[in-house]
C-alpha cells in the first residue's frame, strides 16, 4: 500500500543554519505530496504542497520538489528561525486517502 | 470562518466510561476524518468519510465508532474506553468527492483533543 516515510528526529540546528528533512514515498498512480508543520499545542497546518512530477512547493522560505524518478519530496530552507521549531510532516493523498509520515521535530536554537 | 472545531479540547475519562467527541467543519467540505496522534507514531487515521452518509475504517478503528450526522459534523465515539485510546484526537476534512484519480486536497485541522483515560 501506499506510504510516506521521513527522517527521524529530532534535528536540531542553530538559527540561520540550512534545513533539510528527508521523506520518500511509495504509491501507485499520481499522488499529491504535501509538507504540514504542527505548532505545540496546535492542529496540523498546510505549509507547502506539489501536485505532480516536478512541481516546487514554497512557502515561508521553506521550499520541496517533487521527485518522481526518486519517489522524494524533501523539505529546504536555506536558514532557519527559532520560530521554525515545530514537528514537520510529510504526507501525500492517492484516491482521496491521506498518508501521513511519523513526523521530523527541528529545534532551532539561537 | 471558523474552519475546523472540535469539543472538547480536554478530557478524562476513567476504564469503561464512554464519551463522544464532536468535530464540525464550516467549509463546505464533502470529506472528514478522524486521527490520532502518539508519540514517536505520527498521525494515524481511525476513521474516515469520502462523503455525506458514508464511512470507512482506516488503519486503527478498533474500539471507536464514528457518525457523519450531516454535511458539517462528523463525531468520534469511544463506547468503553481504555488506557490505550490516551491520545490527542484530530478530525480533519477537505473538499473532495469520494475516490478520485490524483486528488489534489490539503486537509484542515481542528485544534485537536487531549484525551486521559484512567
Known amino acids: 500500500g501506499d506510504s510516506v516515510t521521513q527522517m527521524e528526529g529530532p534535528v536540531t540546528l542553530s538559527e540561520e543554519a540550512f534545513l533539510t528533512i528527508n521523506c520518500t514515498y511509495t504509491?501507485?498512480?499520481?499522488?499529491?505530496l504535501f509538507w504540514y508543520v504542527q505548532y505545540p499545542g496546535e492542529g496540523l497546518q498546510l505549509l507547502l504542497k506539489?501536485?505532480?512530477?516536478?512541481d516546487k512547493g514554497s512557502n515561508k522560505g521553506f521550499e520541496a520538489t517533487y521527485r518522481k524518478e526518486t519517489t522524494s519530496f524533501h523539505l529546504e530552507k536555506g536558514s532557519v528561525q527559532v520560530s521554525d521549531s515545530a514537528v514537520y510532516f510529510c504526507?501525500?493523498?492517492?484516491?482521496?486517502?491521506?498518508?501521513f509520515g511519523s513526523g521530523t521535530k527541528l529545534n532551532v536554537k539561537p | 470562518n471558523a474552519g475546523v472545531t472540535q469539543t472538547p479540547k480536554f478530557q478524562v475519562l476513567k476504564t469503561g466510561q464512554s464519551m463522544t467527541l464532536q468535530c464540525a467543519q464550516d467549509?463546505?467540505?464533502?470529506?472528514m476524518y478522524w486521527y490520532r496522534q502518539d508519540p514517536g507514531m505520527g498521525l494515524r487515521l481511525i476513521y474516515y468519510?469520502?462523503?455525506?452518509?458514508?464511512?470507512d475504517k482506516g488503519e486503527v478503528p478498533n474500539g471507536y465508532n464514528v457518525s457523519r450526522l450531516n454535511k458539517r459534523e462528523f463525531s468520534l465515539r469511544l463506547e468503553s474506553a481504555a488506557p490505550s485510546q490516551t491520545s490527542v484526537y484530530f478530525c480533519?476534512?477537505?473538499?473532495?468527492?469520494?475516490?478520485?484519480?490524483?486528488?489534489?486536497?490539503?486537509?484542515?485541522f481542528g485544534p485537536g483533543t487531549r484525551l486521559t483515560v484512567l
Open positions: 480533519a476534512s477537505s473538499g473532495g468527492l469520494g475516490l478520485a484519480r490524483g486528488g489534489t486536497d490539503t486537509q484542515y
Open positions: 504509491a501507485t498512480g499520481y499522488p499529491s
Open positions: 506539489a501536485t505532480k512530477a516536478d
Open positions: 504526507a501525500l493523498t492517492n484516491f482521496n486517502k491521506f498518508y
Open positions: 467549509m463546505n467540505h464533502n470529506s
Open positions: 468519510s469520502a462523503s455525506e452518509g458514508t464511512t
